[in-house]
Structures are given as C-alpha cells and as structure tokens.
C-alpha cells in the first residue's frame, strides 16, 4: 500500500467517523426536543443515522478511493 492511499483511506476513515457522530447528534437532539419519542426510538434512530452514514458514505468513499488508486 503506497503511502498517499494509506493516507487516503485514514482521512476517509476519520470523515465518516465525524459525519456518523454529527448524525447521531443531530437526530438525538432533534427527536429530544420534540420530547414525544422514548429513549428507546431515539436510541433506534441513531442507530438507522449510523447504518445510513456507514453504508452509503462509505461504499461511496471505498468506490471512489478504488478507483483513484486502482492497479491499472
């Protein structure tokens, strides 16, 4: 692995970490003010944000990254 993609892929990784936890934070607070949903619904839907933000950022990112350092 050369060192431009491990430095790719570590940027990448650290992105998506900040994107998931900004999700979750952003759909805690919102379902928290709203004040109808239990701990429970909240705790599911930071659960769906990070499966979201995991699942489609970073096969996007895992695409985009494959191609960029691709052997041919």
């Known amino acids: 692995m050369t ?3 491990l430095i790719a ?3 990448s990784v650290v992105t998506l ?3 998931t936890y900004y999700a979750q934070k952003t759909v805690n ?11 429970t619904e909240i705790q599911a839907a930071r659960l769906g944000a990070t499966l979201a933000c995991t699942t489609l950022l970073g096969g996007a990112i895992e695409r985009l990254l494959n191609g960029l ?3 041919h």
């Open 9 to 11: 892929t570590s940027v």
């Open 3 to 5: 060192i431009f993609k």
């Open 69 to 71: 350092f691709s052997d």
């Open 17 to 19: 970490m900040s994107i």
């Open 29 to 39: 607070e919102q379902l928290a003010l709203e004040g109808k949903y239990s701990d």
